[in-house]
């Protein structure tokens, strides 16, 4: 069976430090697709990010950065120089190939970032 | 232009009501998807369609029916409606399979 753990529930930083959100799947199959979305307080979820097993480069995005380990199963998510407006609940999520577009989602880490 | 929409956005009805939630996106995605968050945040997936047809039925209740009139529409009926039901649901669509779903605001449903 598939499974996305975040093991992180809350973190709190302060402004402009770094914050790393941690991933961790599980699956046997070979082909399948991780993502990280993004849930503010307004409650929408925004899509920030997908790769597929067979992409292992790290990915960087203004001050987001994602880093997809297939030896420790992970795809974690580092924020640069935090800011207020990344406050959010950040959710990592796994599909499978052949499941017909299944996220199976974890249970979302809630990021505080405190000016 | 909002990509995928929802109505209504807040629904609080009492409990044995039949109510529905409606879904449309103009992204010309084939695939849509219903989901639900409960009050923990945890996002659970309900009903997958591509190009009006059920893909994905997980272990949702007999009183939940999911209906897509064309692909850029699906819509979810409640019947019955239970305490336990109250949630945030989630429209969302995607081009393929595996790509990159689009969310809609979401429905907060209240069961009284």
């Known amino acids: 069976a598939q499974k996305v753990t975040q093991a992180q529930t809350e973190i709190s930083v302060v402004e402009k430090e770094d914050v790393t959100l941690d991933c961790v799947y599980e699956t046997r199959d070979t082909t399948y697709y991780l993502f990280w979305y993004k849930q503010p307080p307004s409650g929408e979820l925004v899509f920030l990010i997908r790769r597929n097993s067979f992409d292992e480069q790290n990915e960087i995005s203004g001050r987001y950065s994602w880093n997809f380990q297939k030896s420790t199963s992970s795809f974690n998510f580092t924020i640069t120089a935090s800011q207020v407006v990344d406050s959010a609940v950040y959710f990592c999520?796994?599909?499978?190939?052949?499941?017909?577009?299944?996220?199976?989602f974890g249970q979302g880490t809630e990021l505080s970032v405190k000016p | 232009d909002t990509a995928v929409s929802q109505t209504p956005k807040y629904l609080v009805t009492q409990m044995g009501n039949d109510k529905s939630i409606k879904c449309e996106q103009n992204?010309?995605?084939?695939?849509m998807y219903w989901y639900k968050q409960d009050s923990k945040k945890f996002l659970k997936i309900m009903f997958s369609?591509?190009?009006?047809?059920?893909?994905i039925n997980e272990t949702v209740p007999n009183r939940f029916s999911p209906k897509s009139p064309d692909k850029a529409h699906l819509n979810l009926h409640i019947n019955s409606l239970e305490l336990g039901d109250s949630a945030v649901y989630f429209c969302?669509?995607?081009?393929?399979?595996?790509?990159?779903?689009?969310f809609g605001p979401g429905t907060r449903l209240t069961v009284l």
């Open positions: 969302a669509s995607s081009p393929y399979r595996v790509n990159e779903q689009f």
């Open positions: 369609y591509n190009n009006k047809e059920l893909i």
């Open positions: 992204l010309g995605h084939d695939t």
């Open positions: 999520a796994l599909t499978l190939y052949n499941q017909g577009g299944k996220l199976i």
